[in-house]
């Protein structure tokens, strides 16, 4: 047996129990386990809320694998029992349909006869006899839309536009796929755009839009407010000095540096020191 946790190995979580035990019991006859094996081997392949509510039972330490199988389905079996067919559920699901269903495709016309078959079919076999088939063919008439029975009513042959020989389904169904037809050249006129599903739309092109590149976003454009500058007089700038005048002004400077260094020291009662040279104190003196 494989893995319980390994990949495509049944796990029992609750629901469709028979379809569970009828997988285990295919993966042991693949790996050629006996099913008087099975009943020690079946809590691995359930849940952890399941085990708690199975493994106090006394058959999981025996070898009967007919008894836990029906020890289960009477546990877990409720939930997977399908809903009971009936002429009042018919009826009653034609009648709300016609009300409050869409048929503006041939999508939408597919899709309301899938789910008229899956309810009519039990009814309209010939080992139930639970509904006239003429009964079945006026419930799938009745449960279009109104808007949509008046523009196909006049295709109606005239021998079925009563009740007691109401029209067959097939012939419904040629007449919603010649309504829906996407290659009529009145197909636009008759159904506005508003009338169509967008939710058929955007499954329509699907793939096209799965190839197509994303949409590029658009920047939004940042701007900065500007403060307002004080206006600034710009003043000329002035000529350059020669350069005789330029090494007067720093003779100048250097001598009266002489001068104040000379006064500090004299200040101290220290000697004079005159380490710069004579033409610049000379210079500073005349």
Not at 66 to 72: E, L, M, P, R, V
Not at 225 to 245: C, F, Q, W, Y
Request: net charge negative; with cysteine; glycine share 2%.
């Amino acid at each position: 047996m494989p893995l319980p946790c390994s990949a495509n190995t049944p796990r029992f979580t609750g629901r469709h129990i028979q379809e569970f035990l009828d997988t285990l019991e295919t993966l042991a006859d693949m790996e050629q386990v006996p099913h008087t094996s099975l009943p020690s081997l079946i809590l691995h392949y359930c849940s952890r809320d399941m085990r708690r509510v199975v493994k106090y039972s006394t058959l999981l330490a025996g070898m009967d694998w007919a008894a836990i199988c029906t020890y289960f389905v009477l546990l877990f079996g409720v939930g997977d029992r399908s809903l009971r067919p009936s002429a009042d559920l018919l009826r009653k699901w034609t009648r709300k349909n016609s009300k409050s269903g869409t048929i503006a495709s041939q999508r939408d016309m597919e899709k309301y006869f899938q789910c008229f078959t899956c309810l009519a079919e039990p009814l309209s076999d010939p080992n139930n006899h639970l509904m006239l088939e003429n009964d079945v063919n006026l419930c799938f008439y009745r449960g279009i839309p109104a808007a949509v029975c008046q523009r196909i009513w006049h295709w109606i042959d005239q021998a079925h536009t009563k009740s007691n020989n109401a029209p067959p389904r097939t012939a419904v169904l040629e007449y919603l796929k010649d309504l829906f037809d996407d290659t009529d050249i009145d197909q636009d006129d008759v159904w506005e755009p508003s009338d169509i599903n967008s939710t058929d739309l955007e499954e329509d092109n699907l793939d096209l839009k799965e190839q197509a590149p994303p949409p590029l976003l658009k920047k939004k454009k940042v701007t900065f407010m500007e403060t307002e500058r004080p206006s600034e007089k710009l003043v000329p700038a002035s000529p350059p000095m020669p350069i005789d005048n330029c090494i007067d002004q720093i003779s100048k400077q250097l001598g009266k540096l002489v001068l104040s260094y000379a006064e500090m020291n004299r200040s101290k009662g220290l000697p004079p020191r005159n380490n710069f040279p004579n033409h610049i104190v000379n210079a500073h003196k005349c």
